[in-house]
C-alpha cells in the first residue's frame, strides 16, 4: 500500500514557475514508476510526465515538453515536479500516481494522491 500526498500548487502569473512535491508513505516507493497527471474543469485527466523506479528514464507530454521536468527524490520517498514558462492552459489539479509501468494511460497506476490545485493568470 502507498498513501501519495501532493503540495506545492497554488496561483502564478503566467510565465512563472511552480514545483510539485508528492510525498509517499511505505518502504516500496522507489519501487514504483512515478507519474504526474492533470484534470482541468470539464476535461478528462491527461499524462504530464513519467519517471521509472530509478529515475533514470523520464517521459513527457508534448504540451509541456521542455517547460517541465519530474525528478524523484527514494531516500526521501518523493517526486517532484518543476513547472517552468507556466500557461494559463496549464490551470488543472495535478495528481502524483504510483504504478509499475509508469506510462501514459492512468489506468496504469495503482495508487494516486488527492490532488493539488494550479492556476496559472494571464
Known amino acids: 500500500q502507498v498513501q501519495l500526498v501532493e503540495s506545492g500548487g497554488g496561483l502564478v502569473q503566467a510565465g512563472g514557475s511552480l514545483r510539485l512535491s508528492c510525498a509517499a508513505s511505505?518502504?516500496?516507493?522507489?519501487?514504483?514508476?512515478m507519474g504526474w497527471f492533470r484534470q482541468a474543469p470539464g476535461k478528462e485527466r491527461e499524462f504530464v510526465a513519467a519517471?521509472?523506479?530509478?529515475?533514470?528514464?523520464?517521459d513527457y507530454s508534448d504540451s509541456v515538453k521542455g517547460r517541465f521536468t519530474i525528478s524523484r527524490d527514494n531516500a526521501k520517498n518523493t517526486v517532484y515536479l518543476q513547472m517552468n514558462s507556466l500557461k494559463p492552459e496549464d490551470t488543472a489539479v495535478y495528481y502524483c500516481?504510483?504504478?509499475?509501468?509508469?506510462?501514459?494511460?492512468?489506468?496504469?497506476?495503482?495508487?494516486w494522491g488527492q490532488g493539488t490545485q494550479v492556476t496559472v493568470s494571464s
Open positions: 500516481a504510483a504504478g509499475y509501468s509508469g506510462s501514459y494511460s492512468p489506468h496504469s497506476y495503482d495508487y
Open positions: 519517471i521509472s523506479w530509478s529515475g533514470v528514464n523520464t
Open positions: 511505505g518502504r516500496t516507493f522507489s519501487s514504483y514508476a
